[in-house]
């Protein structure tokens, strides 16, 4: 079975002439008259036919060759190609299973259809390229990308702030004092101290003595509070920090002091309840340190000073920090880091989760991909029409399923 990829771009060629979905089904008629029909085909097997009104043989690339080459490449009709269909080869959010809280396996379709939707799903078993694949959970984590390969919270204690592995600065963090974005009575609460200061809780790692992507994230709410920071820097001021108005749900990200960091961007998710995530990502410097801060604000200006009142501050759940270019789905930790996998992609496009999607979860994907077809005949009938010229009134050749 080769990977051959059927060759474009010949200067003869014309538009498809026929494309046609075929379906093989047994009608068996009872003496009555009545008749039962039986599909032998799941799905529609598809037959293309093209034609090359001229195959040049006079230059350095010839047309000519390289349909011969490719043909006499897979002995005639012995062994399979791809094809890029131009009219069918790519979708958009395409659905291809819900979820049903136990099944983790699902094959990859798309759906050839008119403006009405009537179609009927085929099998994608030959990715042109990397899917993006998609769950939508219907809870505080919406519509999530799935990630083939792992990906890893590098948070620790990532719901209870409270924890040591946090540095509190004008801050306390009272446990488990509201409902998080899951549901649970996990979300903590950063309260102000009452001093002329900043009011921060913030949490370091080290890191490569080279640049690397990084994004922060944590879920917030507003609790006499409605302004928050979140800095992702070296711990010394140089990176960058985000300013999320919590009851407009808006973000700015701003510089920090120092040089080396690189902006990426920053952004505000509702979450449900009035919590939102909030993310930013950066790309670092050299520096071998990086922090994750959590700053309370009252008015929400960069390394904001102000007196607080001992009472006031964010809900806070969540946190995040991982080397993506994006906050991706969240990933709980305790104390020590978590790395998930989402799901595993099959060589003729099966998708399996390492964890099932939930019940009634749509899962959608979107992406290109080929046909893998094998040619009808095994000669060519081609035509010369002048010297060097040639003509190719009909190649068909159809699809195939593994």
Aim: charge should be neutral.
């Amino acid at each position: 079975m080769s990977n051959l990829v059927f060759p474009t771009g010949l200067k003869g060629i014309q538009l498809i002439a026929n494309r046609s979905p075929q379906w093989r089904t047994q009608v068996q008629e009872a003496m009555s008259g009545k008749e039962t029909a039986i599909a032998k085909r799941a799905y529609p097997r598809i037959v293309w036919e093209l034609s090359y009104e001229v195959l040049r043989d006079d230059l350095a690339t010839s047309d000519l060759k390289i349909i011969v080459g490719f043909f006499n490449a897979l002995n005639g009709g012995f062994d399979t190609f791809l094809y890029t269909d131009p009219y069918f080869n790519s979708v958009t959010a395409q659905n291809f299973g819900t979820g049903d809280g136990a099944t983790r396996a699902f094959q990859l379709s798309a759906t050839y259809k008119d403006a009405t939707g009537q179609g009927w799903p085929e099998a994608v078993q030959n990715l042109n390229g990397t899917p993006a694949v998609y769950v939508t959970f219907g809870d505080y984590r919406g519509t999530a990308l799935q990630y083939q390969g792992p990906r890893t919270n590098l948070a620790l204690q990532s719901q209870t702030l409270d924890n040591a592995t946090w540095t509190k600065f004008q801050t306390t963090v009272t446990a488990n004092a509201a409902t998080a974005p899951d549901g649970t009575a996990t979300a903590d609460k950063i309260v102000e101290s009452t001093a002329n200061n900043q009011h921060f809780i913030s949490q370091s790692w080290g890191k490569a003595a080279s640049p690397i992507t990084y994004t922060g994230s944590l879920y917030l709410q507003p609790s006499g509070r409605s302004k928050a920071q979140v800095w992702v820097h070296d711990g010394s001021g140089n990176g960058y920090v985000a300013i999320f108005d919590l009851s407009a749900g808006t973000v700015t990200l701003s510089t920090l002091t120092g040089v080396g960091w690189t902006a990426g961007s920053a952004a505000i998710t509702a979450a449900g309840g009035g919590a939102y995530r909030c993310s930013v990502t950066v790309t670092s410097a050299s520096t071998t340190t990086l922090e994750l801060r959590v700053n309370v604000c009252n008015v929400g200006t960069t390394q904001e000073i102000y007196t607080g009142d001992g009472t006031s501050g964010l809900y806070a759940w969540g946190a995040q920090m991982e080397t993506a270019a994006a906050a991706t789905t969240y990933i709980p930790t305790t104390t020590a880091t978590v790395s998930v996998t989402d799901y595993a992609l099959s060589s003729t496009g099966l998708v399996t989760f390492t964890t099932a999607p939930p019940a009634a979860a749509p899962i959608i994907w979107t992406g290109a991909f080929y046909y893998r077809c094998r040619f009808q005949d095994d000669e060519l009938n081609l035509t010369e029409i002048l010297s060097r010229f040639w003509q190719l009134k009909k190649l068909k050749f159809r699809s195939v399923k593994l």
